[in-house]
T-cell receptor, first 110, second 110 residues
Framework: DGGITQSPKYLFRKEGQNVTLSCEQN?????MYWYRQDPGQGLRLIYY???????QKGDIAEGYSVSREKKESFPLTVTSAQKNPTAFYLC?????????FGPGTRLTVL | GQQLNQSPQSMFIQEGEDVSMNCTSS?????WLWYKQDPGEGPVLLIA?????ELTSNGRLTAQFGITRKDSFLNISASIPSDVGIYFC??????????FGTGTRLQVTL
């Protein structure tokens, strides 16, 4: 089936550790995105990539890093520099304007 | 970053009632999108609108592209418990990225 997969669904890490969230899509979309959602809040753009080997900072990129070595994959690393990393992270891909979301990863930093 | 204003912020309704929500922008849009996010999941695209005045339905959902091109409306008829979730509007932002509204949280009681 075509779609976007994010793993794991739930992730726990100790404070001060870097953690990488996986995102894979088999929709052949050029563009991929990472959003952060806090409880009761909207969607804030962290990073986006419109083509392989290129990515741009979104509105809240500080403390995060990404890579786009393959069209299908857009992993997000939450570094220890991110002050409040506990949140729901959503990956998305797009063939044009509309984006299609994965199921999300809930990261809890203890 | 730019955000769209959605209202109401939250709604508590009884099963069977109709629901109306809206989204406004300070800029003119040529596309409006409506998404629904179930609790703990990624948002799913419900309806896309491409023309001022356009009225589009998807089952019990009807969305309209406002004549001024600065607003859009979503109506849900005869609500049921599975309508619970957060509804987001979205439109074109800068650099071909989507801008999302702040969301309307819908609760349905039996």
């Amino acid at each position: 089936d075509g779609g976007i997969t994010q793993s794991p669904k739930y992730l726990f890490r100790k404070e001060g550790q870097n953690v990488t969230l996986s995102c894979e899509q088999n929709l052949n979309h050029d563009a991929m995105y990472w959003y952060r959602q806090d409880p009761g809040q909207g969607l804030r753009l962290i990073y986006y990539s419109q083509i392989v080997n290129d990515f741009q900072k979104g509105d809240i990129a500080e403390g995060y890093s990404v890579s786009r070595e393959k069209k299908e994959s857009f992993p997000l690393t939450v570094t220890s520099a991110q002050k409040n990393p506990t949140a729901f992270y959503l990956c998305a891909s797009s063939p044009g304007l509309a984006v299609f979301f994965g199921p999300g990863t809930r990261l809890t930093v203890l | 970053g730019q955000q769209l204003n959605q209202s109401p912020q939250s709604m508590f309704i009884q099963e069977g009632e109709d629901v109306s929500m809206n989204c406004t922008s300070s800029s003119i849009f040529n596309t409006w999108l409506w998404y629904k996010q179930d609790p703990g999941e990624g948002p799913v695209l419900l309806i896309a609108l491409y023309k001022a005045g356009e009225l589009t339905s998807n089952g019990r959902l009807t969305a309209q592209f406002g004549i001024t091109r600065k607003d859009s409306f979503l109506n849900i008829s005869a609500s049921i418990p599975s309508d619970v979730g957060i509804y987001f509007c979205a439109g074109p932002g800068t650099a071909s990225k989507l801008t999302f509204g702040t969301g309307t949280r819908l609760q349905v009681t039996l």
